[in-house]
């Protein structure tokens, strides 16, 4: 994987007035802070992830951590527009130690579903098993089985592929993963 290029620190999306609800989510009660997304919020791509990663290294400058550098990555590679592109997560912080990840995805996901209907996506991508299984409400959901076709969520065209962490930690599936962006790509750029 080249990852020979400058990735950028996208802008924090922050949660809207109404999402007031979400901070009885047992993530948040473990980390107050909640990041509805990153990038544009009028981008046609919505990507979605389980959770946001780290933002800030120890001395509190910004900088951008490898799952999003190689989701940056990827997005270059297949032609699209970084502001084509806007990131968003199932959960609404990162988890900072354990939690009942089942009732918090259950708990988060009509927060993910509103703001996918608010935004009105022409595609939308969803990374990694996590994301997957909550989406499609199925635990034996894996992105080795579903990749590389296209899906309908919320009736809009969606694929799914590896999470971006996997990727770096998991070289040999970069290939599967820009396979993936290329065949968004294509459909989106014969689109527009």
Partial sequence: MDLDFTPIVLPEHKAPEESVDYEQCEVYIQNP????????????????????G???????????CGTR???QWA??????NINDVYVTYLLKCRP??????????AFSKPFLTRQIEKMQPVFIVLLGDTVVQTIFNNADAHVKDLRGTWHTYMECPSIV??????????P??????IQDWEMLSQRFLNKT
């Avoid at 900072?96 to 995805?105: G, P, Q, T, V």
């Fill in 172 to 177: 040999n599936l970069a290939n599967y993963f």
């Fill in 161 to 170: 592929s590896y999470h971006p962490l996997a990727v770096r930690r998991r």
């Fill in 75 to 80: 997005i270059q590679r297949c032609g699209l």
């Fill in 33 to 52: 802070r909640i990041i509805w997304g990153e990038g544009n919020p009028a981008a046609p791509i919505i990507t979605v992830l389980d959770n946001p």
């Fill in 96 to 105: 900072l130690r354990r939690y009942d990840k089942e009732r918090a995805r």
């Fill in 54 to 64: 780290e933002r800030r290294d120890k001395e509190g400058k910004e900088f951008v």
């Fill in 69 to 71: 550098q190689t989701l």
